[in-house]
Structures are given as C-alpha cells and as structure tokens.
C-alpha cells in the first residue's frame, strides 16, 4: 500500500540552493513570507567549487565559493527559512497553488521560485572526475583566469565561448593550448574570433582532437588528447583545463510544465515571471547573458520581490477588489499620465454621489500591472464595475462623468 504524503503549505518555494535561491531565500524570509528552500545535493551549488572568488563585491581576499554561499546560508536560517535536502520528484505549477512533490512530502505554496541551476557539459574522457572543479579542471574563465597567472592551460572546445573564453585566459596564462575537433582552420566560433585567437601568440591550436584522459596526482598535471584522424596520443603538460563544451540546464522535471527556449533554459522577463503566474525563475538556469554569483544573486533578489508582490496582489484581488458584499467601481490608471490623473477626481465624484453604496478601488499601475492582467485590462486609464465579486462591465477609451454613472 502507498505511503500517504505528508502536506505542508508555504507561501514560497524555492527549488534549488545556488547563489540565486539563497538571495531570493534570504529576501523572501526578511518579507516574513512561510518559506521553504528545496536542494537536491549541495547548498551552495556549483559556485563551492569555487576555489577562489576574485570578483564579487565585498570580498576582497578572494574567499572560497563555499565561504560566501555558507553565509548566505545562514542568513536565510537567521531569518526563519526552512531547509530540505530531498530531490523534486515532479511539480504541478498552473492554478493558485503550486504543488511541489518529493518521495515523502506534497508542498503546497502561493508562489514558486526556480533556481536550479545547472551543469557544465563535460567530455567523459577518463578519469575527468577526477580533476572537476578545484583540482585542475574548471568551467569558467571569469571565475579562475587569475589564479592562472603565468600558467599553462588548456581549452577545450572552439565554439564562441570557448575561443573567446581562451583569449581572455590569454591576459593571464603565460600559454593557452586549445584541442579543436575539426581540421586545420576550421572552428565553430565566428570568424572574427577566430582571426583574433589565431593571430594571438600566446594560443597554440591541436587539430582534429579530443580528450582522451586527465591524469595527475593530487591535481591535473596532464591531459592526453587523442586525433580523431589517426589515433594517436598526444599528452600536453598543463596546469589546469577549462572546458567550454556547453553548459546543461537542470529543467528537465519541468517539460512540460513551463516554457523552455530550444535549449532547455527558462525564459522570462525582467521581474524573473516565467510564462505561469506565480512562478519565477533566477540564476543560471534562466535564458540569460552572463551567468556569475554576482548576477544570479540580482535574479534572486528580483524573483522573491516579486514573488512577494505576487502574493499580496492575490490576496488584494480576492479579499477586496472582487469582494461580494456590495458593487465595486474600480479605476485602473497609472499615475503618471496626465489623462489618468485628469479623471480621478471624476470617479470620486461618482462614489460621493452614491453614498456609500459602491465600493471604489484605485488601482495604480504605474510600478505593477499584476492586478490590472488579472481584471483582463491592457490599456490605462480603464473603468471595470463589479456584481456579486463578478466583472459586469469594462469602460476604456473616452471615459467621462456621464459614461461612468451609467454605470451603477
């Protein structure tokens, strides 16, 4: 017989626990929303890995990735948040209540917010596991370039981040070698990228090659490249190895569920709303330029702000301007505009006239328009009456005293 879930309701969830689902943990709990953080592996995410944090502000002295991630940690914790190290069994995202599903627990929220993230696309050569990470094998030039100061590295991969990457490693390594799978010439950059790697003296290209194995002992000190045309080896002494072969969103539990671009990242707009309401998306695993702490600790702020607006715009909608009790005549407009502002003492003339017997709601969308989508209006300013907690009638356009009153 089946193990009966157990259910908790939350304001917030938040999947996954990188820089970003910290951020939007530590945000969302100093709003005093009920919030539960879900990570499956590591708090902290791939950003632990991190042996050295150069450029992200406030810290100077180049901390680990898992010193800054461990504060944010506790920060959340200070702040009432609830942890849960269990893997997202499955998620069912449309409606008012998002259900969040794991083997033993059913977690009902208002809102959910995605940060999980994602992973760099490795090889599969042997022994890679080996060296990931702090041990010689890294996927971020931003993040590591420095450490590689006079240093002797090797790219893999001739896409655009990978030559582009590599050339930015040329500022610091004293020799950037990069294994190219095709031949002579050929790369899958663009070709002004490719001219400039080219031309560069401290970039050294192998042709028709792959990655074969890592060796070293405590620490890559080696990778042997295998030609794809002959087979043969060829060790290249190194200090350390970047890997630029693609970066893999962990979405997918959630096809299906939400919009995804061709390459499985979340698109979504600037307040991080994916295409389901109530649901937002931060970090790495949204469709976004540049992927750094720095840039998904902004997401995550952005996402639990607004996931905090979300909410209370809900209990606005249901508990007040839908209400039953009496008719509402609602004034949707955005004080900024001049024609907004022009009207506004007409429809308080309206509700005077009528002594008490409307309820009127002034709904300004000059910082939101979450409450003007759920009454269906586009455009501002737009008059909507209510009839026992029902929409009776939109008015937009040419709005005046006359047009107004004939309503109610």
Known sequence: MAREKAVEHYDVVIIGAGPAGLTAAIYAGRARLNTLLIEKSLVGGLATYTNEIENYPGFPDKPKGEEITNLMKKQAQNLGVK?????????????EEKIVETFRNKFIAKSVILATGGRPRT????DEENYLYDKGISFCATCDAAAN???????????????????????????????VLHDEDIMDCNEIAKEAALKNPKMNFVWNTVVDAFEGEDHLERVVLKNVKTNELIPIECDNCFEFIGYIPNTEFLKGQITLTHRGYIPTNEMMETNIEGVFACGDVREKWLRQVATSVGDGAVAAVAAEKYIAESETFENYIM???K???IYVY???????????PVVERVEQELGGSIQLVKVDCYKSHGIAKRLGVESFPTIVSTKDGKIAQVLHGDLNYDAIRALY
């Not at 942890?83 to 409606?95: A, C, I, R, T």
């Not at 090889?123 to 042997?126: D, L, N, V």
């Not at 790219?155 to 590599?166: K, R, Y």
């Not at 955005?334 to 506004?344: V, Y």
């Open 83 to 95: 942890f849960k190290g269990v893997l997202v069994q499955s998620v069912d995202l449309e409606g």
């Open 123 to 126: 090889t599969g050569a042997r």
């Open 149 to 179: 100061e006079g240093k002797h590295v090797v790219v893999i991969g001739s896409g655009d981040a990978a030559i582009e990457e590599g050339m930015f490693l040329t500022k610091f390594a004293k020799k950037v070698t990069v294994s």
């Open 323 to 325: 209400q039953k009790e």
């Open 327 to 329: 008719p509402s005549l």
């Open 334 to 344: 955005n004080a900024i505009d001049h024609e907004s502002r022009e009207l506004l």
